[in-house]
């Protein structure tokens, strides 16, 4: 079924892609963040999987999206349908070619012995210093 909604009962229209419309709805809705609607005419809104977001993180409008972007490096979500990211704490990083997605904690790995991170969201760690 198109979803289609109609301003008055002479004209209807077929919603745009990142819109749905509800049954007996005037104007068409747009997806919440951290969901998505890839069509024209979609009914439904579909969940972003984890490691990814339609929200302000992946750069793609918060609401409205007709995609969802992989999250960028330094951040992780676990959860299906998330509107916002966590970042890396301090002393773990996330580099996109070192991991195949950023759903899990574990993708932000540990920095190596005789390296550190005082930063969030990080992509790197340092050296330490000599004699440190």
Request: with cysteine; charged share 15%.
């Amino acid at each position: 079924m198109d979803s289609k909604f109609c301003g008055d009962k002479f004209s209807c229209s077929t919603c745009a892609a990142g819109t749905i419309s509800l049954e007996g709805a005037t104007s068409c809705g747009q997806c919440p963040s951290g969901y998505y609607a890839p069509a024209e005419g979609s009914t439904t809104c579909s969940l972003c999987p984890a490691g990814s977001t339609s929200g302000p993180t992946s750069g793609v409008s918060a609401i409205g999206a007709t995609t969802c972007a992989r999250l960028p490096d330094g951040y992780y979500s676990e959860t299906a349908g998330s509107a916002t990211a966590a970042a890396c704490p301090a002393g773990r990083y996330n580099f996109g070619d070192d991991i195949d997605d950023h759903d899990q904690f574990r993708d932000c790995e540990v920095c190596a012995q005789g390296t550190y991170q005082p930063s969030t969201a990080s992509t790197s760690c340092v050296s330490c210093p000599a004699g440190r």
